[in-house]
């Protein structure tokens, strides 16, 4: 049973969520009618951003976060996505809409899904976006490899990759997603574990615990809520640790949950490199403090 005073956070995610924009609308008015405090965040193309639909996302909708993804530099993102619009460059077109999200004062992960074909034109990328950037603190970049590669052989190359882009993008002021570096400890990473915290709403109304998960139970629907009681036991139950990943140091941060589908080959070398990278920058910036200190003590000396 959800706390009346507790607030309820939205994730808009689709397909394309803003193809439902009045949808939304209706269930944002509903959250007001009812008295019911909330924010939103949304995983979207950006396609079908406006200048009045900005507006209401930030003002009606409560949207802090938005996610865009841009795979690739002009010509390859064009020929990934290969959407059908009535102007000449999808890929310039998103990019104006990156510049209303940024104005607006929403914050913004642009994710870049890479692979072998376009993780060596980040960079290029990069530099169209600047043209378009108001305020790099509401701007964060989130390299990812796709999945057919962190189960690869190839998967700690692309990923050396993605450390060293992530740091020439630090470098030119902007962030990087929290696995380019040590972030708070969490001990859940995965949505289908904690099934009272969050859920995903299919379009005919049910319930599942991620949209990750294949399964013919849902947990419920919108209608009755969350009815099927055996099934959030069993997704809560504390499972024992694969035998794979008994003994590595970055346990307990991570899930346990065997149901998952996205199974990972990479997350080993991933924890690793976070932590050396935390590590190097806390001894690069302890150096440099104590440099200064050192400059302020001789420069009292002087005075």
């Known amino acids: 049973m959800r706390n009346p005073k507790e607030k309820v956070n939205f994730l808009w995610f689709g397909g394309e969520p803003l193809v439902g924009e ?3 609308d209706k269930i944002c008015a509903g959250m007001r009618e009812a008295g019911i405090e909330y924010t939103s965040r949304m995983i979207s193309n950006g396609s079908l951003i406006t200048q009045e639909n900005i507006v209401k996302m930030r003002d009606e909708w409560h949207l802090k976060r ?4 841009l795979d690739g530099v002009e010509e390859e993102y064009n020929r990934r996505k290969n959407y059908y619009f009535n102007y000449e460059s999808a890929y310039w077109h998103v990019l104006s809409r990156i510049k209303l999200i940024n104005e607006s004062g929403i914050y913004l992960t642009i994710r870049v899904n890479v692979d072998e074909g376009n993780i060596d034109g980040v960079l290029t990328m990069l530099d169209d ?17 796709l999945f057919d590669l962190r189960t690869g052989e190839k998967s700690a190359q692309i990923w ?3 450390f060293a882009i992530a740091d020439a993008i630090n470098a030119r002021g902007f962030r990087t997603a929290s696995h380019y570096s ?18 995903v709403i299919s379009p005919e109304g049910k319930l599942y615990s991620c949209e990750h998960v294949a399964s013919v139970e849902s947990l419920g629907d919108v209608w009755e809520g969350v009815t099927n009681t ?8 504390v499972e024992p640790a694969q035998e794979h990943c008994r003994g590595c140091f970055s346990l307990p941060q991570c899930t346990t ?12 070398f991933v924890a690793r490199k976070r932590l050396d990278v935390a590590l190097d920058k806390m001894l690069r910036y302890f150096e440099k403090n104590q440099k200064d200190g050192e400059d302020t003590e001789e420069s009292d000396a002087v005075c």
Request: overall charge positive; proline content about 6%; glycine content about 2%.
């Open 22 to 24: 009045r949808i939304i």
């Open 66 to 69: 938005m996610q865009i993804s």
């Open 129 to 145: 976006i600047e043209n378009f950037i108001v305020d790099p603190k509401l701007i964060s970049f989130d390299m990812a490899p």
């Open 160 to 162: 050396e990759k993605c």
């Open 182 to 199: 040590v972030s708070k400890t969490k001990i859940h990473f995965c949505m289908a574990d904690t099934p009272r915290q969050s859920l």
């Open 230 to 237: 055996a099934l959030v036991k069993k997704l809560e139950s």
């Open 257 to 268: 949950f065997t149901g998952c589908p996205n199974y990972r080959t990479d997350c080993r």
